[in-house]
């Protein structure tokens, strides 16, 4: 089973940007979809984006286009680019694995963003 590192989480100020990267532990290249999601304090956890082995991407609509996700099949690697980044938007963020772009069944353990006001 692959494993899956999420990075790049931190303290940012609202407005600014911010890139989360998740490594796997094996090639991505047969992976169907591989997605991001986030969990706030007291919510359940969120579908972000998803992307598929062909590179079709899926988002969730609340993020209103301010997030991208990408692919880098060589570096087995999944990005996720925050723009204009908002308090609202402090989660612990999740990189997962999975058949499809909304069911996953392979988790990272999760990096944690916070923006400040």
């Known amino acids: 089973q692959v494993h899956l590192v999420e990075s790049g989480g931190g303290l940012v100020q609202a407005g600014e940007s911010l890139t989360l990267s998740c490594t796997a532990s094996s090639s991505i290249f047969r992976i169907n979809a591989m997605g991001w999601h986030r969990q706030a304090p007291g919510k359940q956890r969120e579908l972000i984006a998803g992307i598929t082995r062909g590179g079709s991407t899926h988002y969730a609509n609340s993020e209103g286009g301010r997030f991208a996700i990408s692919r880098d099949n060589a570096k087995n690697t999944v990005y996720l680019h925050m723009n204009s980044l908002k308090p609202e938007d402090t989660a612990v963020y999740y990189c997962?694995?999975?058949?499809?772009?909304?069911?996953?069944?392979?988790w990272g353990q999760g990096t944690q963003v916070t923006v400040s006001s």
């Open positions: 997962a694995a999975g058949l499809l772009v909304d069911v996953y069944d392979t």
